[in-house]
């Protein structure tokens, strides 16, 4: 088990297999030392959606754990482009989240913590990121939240 994975066992959190692309993209991309996660949608650990919008369906409590979920989903596919092997990330680069909430809702922030905070408690400094974190009037299937990420990795 690697030393990342260790840590996450301590948060009680075992990383599921990669979810596979809901259409015609590829789940990552790695150029040189840089691995692209396509984004990654908030759902349960049976696989079912976390929907609603945010601060109407869901509360921002609410939408911090679903976007935690995604975070969860992205080291999977970080691993997942690593061969298995967790421990060739380096850091977490950047974070884009999407958060499904109407246009007068404005703690897209709050919601999106959810990721950037269970990152950097699993991953320490590694998982310290630029961000950024935005409002969407929809997203793919009603999901509360979808993020993004750029991670730098050992070749």
Do not use: W
């Amino acid at each position: 088990m690697s030393t990342f994975e260790t840590r996450l066992a301590e948060l009680g959190v075992t990383l599921p297999d990669a979810p596979a692309p809901a259409a015609n993209y590829v789940p990552s991309v790695i150029t040189g030392d840089t691995v692209y996660i396509s984004g990654q949608i908030s759902q349960n650990p049976d696989g079912s959606f976390i929907t609603g919008k945010v601060g109407a369906d869901l509360s921002v409590e609410e939408g911090a754990a679903a976007a935690q979920t995604c975070a969860i989903s992205l080291l999977a596919q970080v691993k997942a482009a690593c061969g298995g092997d967790l421990d060739r990330l380096v850091r977490v680069v950047k974070l884009v989240g999407f958060v499904n909430s109407h246009g007068d809702f404005t703690e897209q922030p709050k919601v999106i913590n959810g990721a950037s905070d269970f990152l950097v408690e699993a991953l320490g400094d590694a998982g310290k990121h630029a961000r950024s974190a935005v409002s969407a009037g929809a997203l793919p299937f009603n999901v509360a939240v979808e993020i993004e990420g750029i991670f730098q990795i050992k070749p």
